[in-house]
């Protein structure tokens, strides 16, 4: 019998993964796991936990080389990292994202937990909001220094925590921290800052260039000329399709006031040829003029596109990147803006 006959119909084909009629996904990228272990170069040391095994939650964490201390219990920033590739492709294991940390956590000496969330389509939005939440509750389990893991136990600052995502993984930081804000309940810890790295945030009105630029809104995740921002939410989250929905475009009518936002300092990082860059100048603007009490910058990097910095660490531009989310990182708020 011919083997290709009892193969799957392949239903949907995306540049990242193909939906076959029987409901099975296979990805296409995203799929290569590295191995957790010490990193020859930088000294980091990174293991995988199980961090809530009722949920099948995972994570990733990441330990600086440590100075020679008393005790060895010397405590550092902890930053919650958000992977990004769509909300559907990649892990907290994957090589590009376990490089990129590595790097991070040894310039900016913090500790950090990568949580592996669960993935679209089959596990939709709000999933990994849900997973995010479950992960901080995780995390905050650890701030009396008697929680699961003995290094966030031993070296992690309960009062200096962060959140940092790239693409998705920046709209998931953005969601949270608005939760924790007191839109969905108590977290345990505050949040001291938020990191939003080329943020995926969209809507339905063309904003800027994408109304203008059709080019550069095609981007090369075009799929059957369908542009990958204005399909991608509807294939993530079905139950809510409309990209105006304020969990995706946050400035929408309706949407919770972004004064609510519940952390003391936000970065907000965008690429200049990235086609999400308008939404995220948009989001950093409505922050700042929204009568949050916190504090917002904006950097803004020239002449790259989205993500660049994962997959060119060496580069010039990604490490000023990099420097620039390390002092974010190890910056306290200012005494007349403590919250």
């Known amino acids: 019998m011919d083997s290709s006959s009892t ?18 996904v296979e990805r296409i990228l995203g799929t290569e796991i590295f191995p957790a272990g010490t990193d020859p170069k930088t000294g980091v040391s990174s293991k995988d936990l199980t961090i809530i095994p009722e949920i099948d939650l995972s994570a990733r964490l990441f330990l600086p080389k440590l100075t020679n201390t008393p005790n060895n219990h010397q405590k550092l920033p902890l930053l919650v990292y958000f992977h990004g590739s769509a909300f559907c492709v990649s892990s907290a294991f ?45 995390v905050a389990s650890h701030c009396n220094g008697n929680g699961q893991e003995a290094w966030l136990n031993d070296h992690a600052d309960f009062g200096r925590i962060f959140l940092s995502g790239e693409s998705a993984g920046a709209n998931i930081v953005h969601n949270l921290a608005l939760a924790a804000g007191g839109g969905g309940g108590e977290v345990g810890v505050r949040l001291l ?80 040829k990235d086609v999400l860059r308008d939404r995220g100048l948009l989001y950093y603007q409505a922050l700042a ?40 990182f190890n910056r306290d708020m200012p005494p007349s803006l403590d919250f």
């Not at 990242?16 to 099975?24: A, E």
């Not at 981007?219 to 409309?242: G, I, K, N, T």
């Open 193 to 272: 800052g938020v990191a939003l790295v080329h943020p995926y945030f969209w809507g339905s009105t063309p904003i800027g260039s994408e109304a203008v630029d059709q080019e550069k809104k095609g981007s090369s995740l075009a799929v059957d000329s369908v542009e990958w921002p204005e399909w991608l939410w509807p294939f993530v989250c079905p139950s809510m399709p409309d990209n105006d929905d304020p969990r995706v475009n946050p400035v929408a009518e309706g949407a919770p006031s972004l004064a609510g936002l519940g952390c003391g300092r936000a970065l907000v990082c965008v690429a200049e």
């Open 94 to 138: 994957d090589p590009t994202y376990h490089n990129f940390l590595n790097s991070l956590v040894s310039e900016a000496n913090v500790v950090a937990v990568s949580v592996n969330y669960k993935k679209a389509p089959e596990h939709p939005i709000p999933a990994a909001y849900e997973d995010g939440w479950a992960a901080l509750q995780w």
């Open 7 to 24: 193969k799957p119909e392949v239903a949907r084909e995306l540049p990242f993964l193909r939906i076959f009629k029987d409901g099975s």
């Open 289 to 328: 003029g929204s009568g949050w009490m916190g504090v917002a910058e904006l950097f803004e990097t020239e002449g790259e596109d989205h993500a660049f910095h994962l997959f060119d660490l060496g580069s010039e531009k990604s490490r000023y990147l990099i420097q620039r989310l390390a002092a974010f």
